[in-house]
């Protein structure tokens, strides 16, 4: 053991050999001059190596004085860290140790696996502040701080899920409370990207993919095998999606960093709902999502789909709301509220490869794309190129078999030069059936509003 003020057991003989050479080499240098004839020969090998002896002794311990091992922390640390103790009687171990350790980086950096225990942090990349968020937790499991100088000595997850066993020895598996979040981290390059800046259809999927990975870890199963209590597959099926964005989507900047982190709630069994920030340099984005579950009925047709239930776990850590909160009531609202007449329709075809999903379905991410079309038969190709979506509500009430065609219907559209609001729905051509209902508002970007001045100064 070590005391950072003493001498360890290792150090003493090293300090009397140094000790040593320096009485020695004063010695010989003293009795090595000129003396008895007899001893003359030794004489004066002593004086030729007495300097040497000195010297030698001197600088080892001025070595000794400026590296002793307390000098040296990166090393100390390192080695205190390779081969942790545990105190004696511990109930943690070291397997339970690496999954709490494993389940707190997850949660901040998606793509770690088990396998990467032993990568060194510096190649996982997971940022600075996803390490903070990381210190953070294992300090709350702990219920200690971290010293810095050993934090500093953390190079790999294993090595954290050793410190958290030398620190804390006897916690439990179960102390680590799960949460229905996650939490992902982009940076904007083209397939994130549209016209210049974020693209609204990525962003659909992308959250749509966060809830479900949310709901299907919470329930225990992947979606493939979710099922209700007759052993029929549900499909999750999302009922409202709302993006609120502080700033037009095409004001994203290329490169740009985008982190997403999202929550869920659920009332019941049947109703998910779930709340996402996603976080940019140029901005932020609100997102809203709520989704239930949906069965194919006898005939299997995408128009017979009716609601299904789940077999929640007992230990469900979705947290259950008392009652529907105000997104769900306005969603029951709308769909019963009737429809202005319209001022503009049109008829749009399905393309399956593009809004069609895995399981058959008309992509919910289809939805917006297909009023970003069909408005813009109406309003021109200005409405596609001059103005980028700042907020967006789609309200589900049905789906569409991949052979069937739509009715787009415009309902309101009111704006001038600088952003255009509009109202919209679609529906079934086969039966007239309501599917959805779109609120959309759209701003000209700071990129295109630049543009469009240059291009007047550069007219005058």
């Not at 940022?127 to 010293?147: N, P, V």
């Not at 399981?359 to 069909?374: K, N, Q, R, T």
């Not at 309200?395 to 309902?411: C, M, Q, T, V």
């Not at 959805?436 to 007219?459: C, L, N, Y």
Request: charged content about 20%; glycine content about 10%; proline content about 6%.
């Amino acid at each position: 053991m070590k005391d950072d003020k003493n001498l360890t057991s290792p150090q003493i003989p090293y300090w009397l050999v140094c000790l040593g050479l320096v009485v020695i080499g004063i010695g010989a240098s003293i009795w090595g001059g000129p003396g008895d004839s007899t001893w003359q020969s030794f004489r004066e090998i002593a004086k030729a190596l007495g300097p040497g002896l000195f010297t030698a002794g001197l600088l080892g311990l001025l070595i000794g004085l400026l590296f002793r091992p307390e000098s040296a922390p990166g090393r100390s640390r390192h080695q205190s860290l390779s081969a942790p103790q545990v105190a004696a009687g511990a109930t943690f171990s070291l397997d339970d140790r690496t999954a709490q350790i494993a389940a707190i980086i997850s949660r901040e950096f998606p793509a770690f696996t088990s396998g990467d225990m032993n990568t060194p942090f510096a190649r996982l990349g997971i940022d600075s502040i996803s390490l903070l968020m990381i210190r953070t937790q294992t300090e709350a499991l702990a219920g200690k701080d971290l010293d810095q100088d050993l934090w500093e000595g953390i190079v790999t997850p294993a090595d954290l899920a050793r410190t958290l066993g030398q620190i804390a020895p006897q916690l439990r598996s179960a102390d680590v409370p799960p949460a229905a979040a996650e939490r992902r981290t982009y940076l904007l390059n083209m397939p994130q990207m549209a016209r210049g800046g974020l693209s609204e259809a990525w962003l659909f999927k992308e959250l749509g993919d966060v809830h479900w990975n949310i709901l299907a870890k919470a329930l225990g199963q992947p979606s493939r095998l979710l099922s209700d209590s007759a052993g029929d597959r549900i499909y999750a099926t999302f009922t409202r999606i709302q993006l609120r964005s502080s700033c037009a989507f095409g004001d994203y900047e290329e490169n740009e960093r985008i982190d997403i982190d999202a929550g869920m709630s659920r009332y019941g069994a049947g109703l998910y709902f779930s709340e996402a920030m996603v976080s940019g340099a140029t901005g932020s984005i609100q997102a809203r999502l709520m989704s239930s579950f949906s069965k194919f009925g006898a005939t299997g047709s995408n128009t017979s789909l009716f609601k299904g239930l789940p077999e929640l776990p007992p230990d469900c850590i979705i947290p259950a709301l008392p009652e529907v909160p105000e997104f769900g009531r306005d969603y029951q609202e709308r769909r019963v509220e009737p429809l202005a007449p319209p001022i503009f329709e049109c008829e749009y075809e399905i393309m399956p490869s593009h809004d069609i999903n895995g399981v058959g379905l008309l992509y919910f991410a289809a939805y917006p794309m297909i009023d970003e079309i069909c408005a813009a038969r109406h309003a021109g190709r200005t409405y596609a190129t001059g103005f980028s979506t700042r907020y967006r509500d789609v309200f589900y009430f049905g789906n569409s078999d991949a052979d069937d065609k739509l009715i787009y219907r415009l309902h309101r559209s009111a704006g001038d030069d600088e952003s255009v609001e509009i109202e919209s729905s679609i529906s079934r051509k086969s039966d007239g059936n309501l599917m959805a209902r779109i609120f959309t508002q759209k701003v000209r970007s700071a990129r295109t509003a630049e543009s469009r001045q240059a291009a007047v100064h550069g007219g005058q």
